[in-house]
């Protein structure tokens, strides 16, 4: 056979899938990081690989079996640019997810897992939605000499951290009280400061932005949620701190995907992390964790791009920087440490449709580690959308509630959310009917 003049994504891959490797093994068989086989995969001839990994397959391919050979043709006849899929989703056995909230749910073990769209269609009315009205005035009102006075330096940052605190224990309404009185008075700090205070001001409001852009997520406002997460970046990058500039891209990465551009951002994730990566050297705890976390942001918006390899490879390599960190902390406001990457594994399996293999990794999850209410609450809410793709809606129900016992809030306030509690209250039948109606009414939701 003649020889591949140059090596783009394409022929890489129909050579990993003719030795029948896996991205991993392929990747440690060439010495090349995972995340970058996996972008061969899914990108194909939009990427043509380097001059040092063109020699490598070079010489991989000079060195295989004459059978190996016949099926790279074979493939790259076929032009496939075809994933090489993991190990089957793993059976699920029977066993309990206990709760420190004293609740159980069952898992069961009836045969293979069935893989089920979310349900959908359900029309939610009568939604006990926070008000975010005053919110949307202060980001696109313009300063006025009627807003706030300069606040001092330490009072705008305590007011910050307030307002971080408040949104990883889901208290939305008070988080939207304190937001609406501290954007106003951002212009005026800024402008009565000067040198490295000003510099700390615009780190501080990319987190102030990056948080009214993530409660706005939470309410369903992505079109305003984009516009936050865009002051976000454009504060991070006056303030020239290469984590603030990282922090911001987590935002914007959420935000993009929210709005439909999963490929966009994942894109927009991986190279932040590698920004990060190459100025920090990821010398200190904060850069480690907003590294890892973006890592985990950009694996899930690959999960709603339908890319397995490039999430996997980024999970992977968020599950090393939570390896080097050492610890399940909250640098940053990330909440990044072991027990986060789990949770996202979950997530991700669910996004993927993967109902069994999520509720499975779920079992895994030590909740005691887990101290963010925001974070235990979203793990309650994917086993119970996982149930409820698996068509197990009693199971379902309680996942909900306990959800609800962490943070009634995550509840009310979020319209995702309340679309599973609507699900179950017109799907379920009998007492498990009975139950979810009650459930909704007590929850404030309108079925």
Not at 43 to 72: I, N, S
Not at 116 to 131: C, E, F, K, Q, Y
Not at 165 to 192: F, H, K, M, S
Request: some cysteine.
């Amino acid at each position: 056979m003649a020889a591949v003049t140059t090596w783009t994504g394409r022929e890489a891959n129909a050579l990993r899938q003719a030795l029948r490797m896996s991205v991993t093994g392929f990747a440690e068989h060439l010495g090349a990081a995972r995340r970058t086989v996996a972008k061969w995969s899914s990108q194909g001839d939009k990427v043509h690989l380097r001059a040092d990994m063109q020699a490598a397959l070079d010489t991989v391919l000079a060195r295989a079996t004459p059978d190996v050979r016949e099926r790279f043709e074979a493939l790259l006849s076929t032009d496939t640019n075809g994933a090489f899929a993991d190990p089957a989703t793993p059976t699920i056995t029977a066993t309990h997810l206990h709760t420190d909230e004293g609740s159980i749910h069952d898992i069961d073990s009836d045969g293979d897992v069935r893989r089920r769209d979310l349900l959908t269609g359900v029309t939610i009315s009568g939604m006990a939605l926070p008000n975010v009205a005053l919110l949307l005035n202060a980001l696109v009102t313009p300063p006025s000499k009627h807003q706030p006075v300069a606040l001092p330096l330490r009072q705008f940052a305590q007011g910050v951290s307030a307002a971080k605190t408040d949104y990883q224990a889901c208290r939305y309404e008070q988080l939207l009280a304190g937001l609406v009185a501290l954007l106003p008075a951002l212009e005026p700090t800024r402008a009565d400061t000067e040198g490295e205070q000003r510099a700390q001001v615009d780190a501080l409001a990319s987190d102030l932005y990056h948080v009214a852009g993530s409660v706005l997520l939470k309410v369903g406002d992505k079109g305003m949620a984009l516009v936050a997460a865009e002051r976000s970046t454009r504060a991070a990058s006056i303030s020239q701190d290469p984590v603030a500039m990282a922090t911001s891209a987590r935002i914007m990465t959420h935000a993009l995907m929210s709005n439909g551009h999963s490929q966009q951002a994942r894109q927009l994730a991986e190279d932040a992390a590698e920004t990060l990566r190459r100025d920090t050297r990821l010398a200190a705890t904060d850069a480690v964790a907003v590294h890892g976390a973006l890592l985990l942001r950009g694996a899930v918006a690959a999960a709603r791009d339908d890319n397995r390899d490039s999430a996997q490879a980024m999970l992977d390599e968020a599950s090393h920087a939570a390896g080097r960190l050492g610890y399940d902390g909250n640098d940053r406001w990330t909440g990044f440490g072991a027990t986060n990457v789990l949770l996202h594994r979950v997530n991700i399996a669910l996004t993927l449709g993967d109902a069994g293999t999520a509720i499975a990794l779920a079992r895994q999850v030590p909740l005691d580690k887990i101290d963010l209410a925001e974070r235990k609450a979203s793990l309650f809410v994917d086993v119970a959308r996982a149930y409820t793709q698996w068509g197990r809606y009693e199971q379902g129900l309680n996942a909900l509630r306990s959800a609800y016992q962490v943070a009634p809030e995550e509840i009310r306030c979020r319209p995702a959310v309340q679309r599973i509690a609507c699900d179950l209250a017109v799907l379920t039948r009998g007492h498990v009917r009975t139950a979810a109606l009650g459930f909704a009414q007590h929850a404030g939701i309108q079925v």
